[in-house]
């Protein structure tokens, strides 16, 4: 296992922001992790998996441990369902894909979400309709102070809304190497509650889709509303859509009649980010190399070589406008490397 020194993470963030690990190694098994998470020699670790969530403002003085352990299998299956293993380091839709091919259903509202499985569970990843936590049975850790092996299951996560138990108390405490799934082999629940999904099966002629099809419907509206990481840096949602209370929604509707919002149980609403933030006239606007994405708010973009503060002070400017309009927090989703 090598370790590199002053190795750009350009190709390791999907922003794709030219910032420098001091120290760089590559893991592909559970036994180098371990290695390396005892080494005293490097007392700061840093661990990377996809960089898809992530927005790195500065340079990293510590040894970052990129997480690339590969191998999908399969647990066990009975005619009805499947239990799949996926190592950490297996790209999240590449995954998605091979589960399709084999007429798995249970993933498929959630393709072509950026990032590998591993990191999947910190932040309860989820589009369309669908959660990670659906699905999702347990992972494995290992203690980054012990190296001890520790199984999390579904109510260890403690998942919510883009948010587990690995973004909180677990935060910095465990390196997740594979994750476990149960999956549907028949009679598939299809999740086509989003009206996106629909419309945009309409317009193929679908009438009785299949997994695959939901799949490639998602592909779809992802590919025009979303831009391509490989294309323009970017990090999915930076922003998480604000949860409010029922007095604190009462007033922001009555005030705003025409905003869109998901009421989440009597006492909580949800009202999405990108609406907030459109109407604060952000939208495709471009402020150098940092960016708001033509078509959707919530995607703040690198149109090239822009600094992870960069991007992070426009986050900031956008944060103050929308509270200063509509008095609502919105905090962000992608995880700010300071
Ligand atoms: N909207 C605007 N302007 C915008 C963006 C959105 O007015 O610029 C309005 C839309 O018109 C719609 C509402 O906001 O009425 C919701 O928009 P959309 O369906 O695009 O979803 P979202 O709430 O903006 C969330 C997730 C996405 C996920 C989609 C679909 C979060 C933070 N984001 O976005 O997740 O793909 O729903 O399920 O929950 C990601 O996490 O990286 C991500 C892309």
Known sequence: MQVKENFSLKKHNTFGIDAKARF???????????????????????????GSNMLITKDIDALVIYVNLKGITIVSQDENEVTIKAMAGEN??????????????????????????????????GAYGSELKDCFLSCETIHRATQNKVVFLKKDCKFGYRDSYFKNEGKDQYV???????????????????????????????????????????????NSKLPNPNEIGNSGSFFKNPVVSRAVFEKFIKENPKAPYYGISDSEYKIPAGWLIEQCG????????VGIHKKQALVLIN??????????DLAKKIIHEVYTKFGISIIPEVNIIK
Not at 282 to 289: I, L, S
Not at 303 to 312: D, L, R, T
């Open 24 to 50: 760089f190694a590559e893991i592909q098994s559970v036994s180098e992790l371990k290695e390396l998470l005892a080494q005293p020699d490097y007392p700061n670790k840093f661990i990377l998996g996809g």
């Open 92 to 125: 999240w839709h590449q995954f998605v894909l091979w589960t399709l091919d084999r007429d798995y259903g249970g993933l498929e509202n959630m393709s072509l979400i950026p990032g590998n499985t591993g990191t999947a569970p910190i932040q309860n990843i």
């Open 176 to 222: 997740i190497t594979s994750i476990t799934l149960k999956l549907t082999r028949k009679d598939h629940t299809l999740n086509m509650g989003y009206g996106t999904i629909k419309d945009e099966l309409q317009k193929n002629n679908i009438a009785e889709p299949t997994i695959r099809d939901i799949s490639n419907a998602v592909i779809a509206i992802r």
């Open 282 to 289: 952000f939208k495709g606007k471009r402020y150098g190399d």
């Open 303 to 312: 149109h090239g070589n822009a600094s992870g503060k960069e991007i992070f």
